[in-house]
């Protein structure tokens, strides 16, 4: 099955997990990654800065109805639950979920709604259980799913809801993270080369 994206959620401890998750990336890397780094609404706007000095991908704050792009990585803007549809962004001010805005199981559930089992879900480190419930839904429909082994979490939580909420395809430590969505999401192009 060839997937089609990647969403991640991350909560306490996640700006080094994404550092080096997206320092590790392909810059070939094909498909749209969608971020969901829990922060506070006041937090100034310096993460996504931050996150694309690490990226090898281009990295921006999506707007609404902007098109989700290939090859992009995006990251959910601050107070705004990211949803998608269609293939668009769409951004909400609906109430917070698991005491989050954005919300990790908004964005995973819209992203199983749309693209069934051609999504991949992971969840990182964590001090909640936002993207447990988002998670299981994009294994109900046939995606991918991967959390991080909460033995290499900052902040073991968030992993273990996930694992805990549904039957994860993989449960990996956080350096083996990027070499496996690198393997998996190669090019159809490039893997037939390789044969």
Known sequence: MAFEIVVIG???GGLSALQ???GDLSPE???P???VQHRRKDADDGLCEYLRKRSRLPLVEPNDKEKVEPGH???AP???HLLIEKSIFALSTESPVAFARPSIDVLFESAADVYHERAIGVILTGANRDGAHGLAKIKAFGGLTIVQ???SAESPAMPEAAIQATTVDCILPLPQIAPFLNE???PIQRLLHAR
């Open 10 to 12: 991350a909560s306490f």
């Open 20 to 22: 080096m998750l997206l």
């Open 29 to 31: 890397f094909p498909l």
């Open 33 to 35: 990654l969608v971020i």
């Open 73 to 75: 990585v995006y990251l």
């Open 78 to 80: 601050r107070d705004y």
């Open 149 to 151: 082994d909460p033995k």
């Open 184 to 186: 998996r999401c190669q």
